[in-house]
């Protein structure tokens, strides 16, 4: 039984693989079985009977807490729902908010953007081209006044009529405006898909206390479910104690007999050995 609790809560709240949840409920199994070899093994003693049964009180109600959680799951689930959606729409404004100043911080550069864009296309359907001064260096061969043979360089100054170069410039913002329009469109659709996202993290952020919280609520309004939280409260303590109650209110059996008369062999043997 313990082995399977030991399973389930390894797997359902601490997230362990199911080597781990196998591995911790043996581990939980075998802390009981030493527990209960101890009661058995033990002589009859009130303190040993009073942690026991504090012991047995509380294992029977983790025990019954976690049974509980999986048998109303669909109601955990159904209740966490209806919390995740009043959480939601406290948080959800603020995120909304935050994505429409982003909105708006794009819609204000796109704006200038497309203003810049506009003077460029005007300034550019102005002067479609423009002139450029041009250097070109011709050299004429010469006589000195000796009569040497030399060059002379002669350097011709004209314009040249080129595309005007801002012409590119729009082609650049235009790249821009079209990077802004797709952040702006991500940011739309981040806005549509942000409340079932919201959703997901915090029902993803849900842990084994708020499950608890839900399922105290769930027991709270549900007689019906009250009572069969203490039906298996009820059942876990009977195992539990069960070991207890036949320790104390059976006799002295075989198996104490056999267990003390070992006992005694082994404090003779002690006693011989110092007395030599």
């Not at 010469?142 to 360089?153: A, P």
């Not at 609520?217 to 104690?241: N, R, T, Y």
């Amino acid at each position: 039984m313990w082995l399977l609790i030991g399973f389930l809560f390894s797997r359902e709240y601490l997230r362990l693989p199911a080597l781990g949840s196998v591995i911790t409920g043996i581990i939980l199994m075998i802390i009981i079985v030493q527990i209960e070899r101890q009661i058995i093994l033990g002589a009859k003693n009130k303190k040993a009977a009073t942690f026991r049964i504090i012991l047995a009180l509380v294992m029977s109600l983790l025990g019954s807490v976690i049974v509980d959680q999986i048998i109303f799951k669909e109601d955990i689930i159904k209740e966490k729902l209806m919390s995740v959606n009043n959480e939601v729409s406290k948080v959800l404004p603020q995120k909304i908010n935050e994505i429409n100043l982003q909105e708006k911080d794009l819609d204000s550069t796109i704006a200038n953007k497309q203003h810049e864009r506009e003077m460029l296309i005007n300034e550019v359907t102005r002067k479609p081209t423009i002139r450029l001064p041009k250097y070109e260096s011709q050299r004429i061969p010469s006589k000195t006044i000796d009569g040497r043979d030399t060059v002379l360089v002669k350097k011709i100054y004209t314009t040249e009529s080129v595309l005007n170069p801002k012409a590119k410039l729009i082609e650049d913002i235009d790249k821009q405006i079209s990077n802004l329009r797709e952040e702006k469109s991500a940011l739309t659709q981040r806005k549509i898909d942000i409340r079932e996202k919201t959703e997901e993290e915090l029902l993803h952020s849900k842990g084994f206390l708020d499950e608890l919280k839900v399922m105290f609520k769930i027991l709270v309004s549900s007689p019906i479910s009250l009572v069969v939280w203490g039906l298996w409260l009820l059942f876990f303590l009977i195992i539990e104690l069960f070991v207890l109650i036949s320790k104390l209110a059976d006799q002295e059996n075989d198996y104490e007999r056999i267990i003390k008369h070992q006992r005694d062999v082994r404090i003779a043997a002690i006693d011989k050995l110092n007395g030599f």
